[in-house]
């Protein structure tokens, strides 16, 4: 019943969240109460279910929603570094028709990324498709990066969620790229032909 609204991951914490909401409410300790109600909210929101549309066309598709805060290059990759915060879609999908790999996964920290080893300390994961390595490093306020099924997905499959944090993908240099340096995209939409 619920899946309809709430993804599956976000269900458990929001259930919780108001259960508590209603102790505090019970035992009159309203403004714990009060906060506790804007955090469930917060949470109805952050794990909302967004409709995502796939672009067909494209090689290969956006795996997150969020910001593109840089792109650069080296002999075999572009760089593109997404930024993805929790007021963005959390669905994370498989941006090409290919065998999802599991590089690394790295248990850590959840430190803001203004922390100087936030970078080091923090959860991350690899993951590696046919033409892309995707880089997921978490950061503060997030949800544990949730190993997916090492097989062969289509593009749009969803591969699990990534609340808030930075994604790092790395993309053949042999495809021509279809975004730029500021610009808002979403889960599904074109990154290369």
Request: aromatic fraction near 14%; charge should be neutral.
């Amino acid at each position: 019943m619920l899946d309809k609204y709430i993804l599956k991951q976000g269900q458990k914490i929001s259930l919780y969240l108001f259960v508590f909401a209603v102790f505090l409410q019970v035992i009159d300790l309203e403004f714990l109460s009060i906060i506790t109600f804007f955090l469930f909210f917060l949470c109805l929101y952050v794990y909302r279910v967004k409709k995502v549309i796939i672009d067909n066309e494209a090689f290969i598709v956006s795996a997150i929603s969020g910001k593109v805060e840089a792109i650069d290059f080296n002999e075999n990759y572009y760089l593109i570094y997404i930024n993805a915060s929790l007021f963005d879609n959390s669905i994370l999908l498989s941006p090409e028709d290919s065998l999802i790999k599991v590089k690394s996964l790295r248990r850590g920290l959840f430190l803001p990324f203004d922390e100087k080893k936030a970078k080091l300390l923090n959860e991350k994961m690899v993951l590696s498709t046919k033409n892309t390595i995707m880089e997921f490093i978490s950061s503060f306020a997030t949800a544990p990066l949730d190993k997916p099924i090492e097989k062969e997905y289509k593009k749009g499959d969803e591969l699990g969620i990534f609340t808030q944090g930075e994604l790092l993908l790395k993309i053949e240099k042999s495809f021509s790229l279809n975004v730029k340096v500021g610009q808002k995209i979403e889960a599904g939409q074109t990154i290369c032909y």
